[in-house]
């Protein structure tokens, strides 16, 4: 009976043993090991390097062809975000190739024509605004002086192959051309302006280029250094 009794006090030690050290076990702080993800995109934006003139001419032969070709002077290019969508765009002064003039002002074309004289701004005063007439389709000739700009796609911005959204400006000025930051305080600029840069050309008439939304618009520069007006 005495040898019952010491089998059942043990199994009960036994078990209340087990079940304290099991409590104990689990009540331990758990190490916790972080490994990086080798795989991990970076969020970092890719910063642009400064463009050089070979990068320049392959990129406007990958979107106009033979049918412009860079202009010779200082300065002829400038690259900046000139639409305010953080990707780095491509401006250029060229030069229409006058065997190719067709197909340059073909309607079907991968670019579009514009006249930085042309540009629409609404009334800063008025709630209902009536749009104009649609411009007729403007047409580049011989030995005119016209920007070539292209908007960039991505991080990698005008190099990208994918970047094909471009246009050749007339009436733009005639270089040499700077890229630099908005002014502030510009009347019928987009909300964009704030985020974006102009280009800028210092010699002639001074004046400057800059996005409104759908097109390039040319605005003189105040002599005085006032507010730039239409």
Do not use: C
């Amino acid at each position: 009976m005495r040898i019952f009794y010491l089998v059942v006090l043990g199994t009960v030690v036994l078990l209340w043993y087990s079940i304290n050290h099991a409590r104990l076990t689990s009540e331990q702080p758990v190490s916790q090991q972080v490994t990086a993800n080798p795989h991990h995109a970076s969020s970092e934006k890719t910063i642009s390097s400064p463009a050089t003139e070979a990068e320049v001419n392959a990129a406007l032969h990958r979107i106009f062809a033979d049918t412009v070709r860079g202009a010779s002077h200082e300065q002829w290019f400038t690259t900046g975000d000139f639409n305010g969508d953080g990707s780095t765009d491509l401006a250029a002064v060229v030069l229409p190739n006058s065997s190719d003039l067709k197909m340059l002002n073909d309607p079907l074309a991968n670019w579009t024509i514009q006249d930085a004289t042309h540009a629409f701004f609404p009334p800063a005063d008025q709630r209902v605004v009536f749009m104009p007439p649609k411009p007729k389709p403007q047409s580049a000739h011989s030995n005119e002086l016209l920007l070539a700009v292209i908007h960039g796609y991505g991080p990698n911005g005008w190099r990208d192959p994918n970047a094909k959204q471009a246009y050749l400006v007339r009436h733009a000025g005639n270089g040499p051309i700077q890229s630099r930051p908005a002014p502030d305080g510009m009347d019928g600029a987009p909300a964009s302006i704030t985020r974006s840069e102009i280009i800028f050309e210092p010699q002639g008439e001074p004046g400057f280029l800059f996005w409104t939304g759908w097109q390039y618009a040319w605005r003189s520069q105040p002599s005085n250094g006032g507010k730039a007006g239409v």
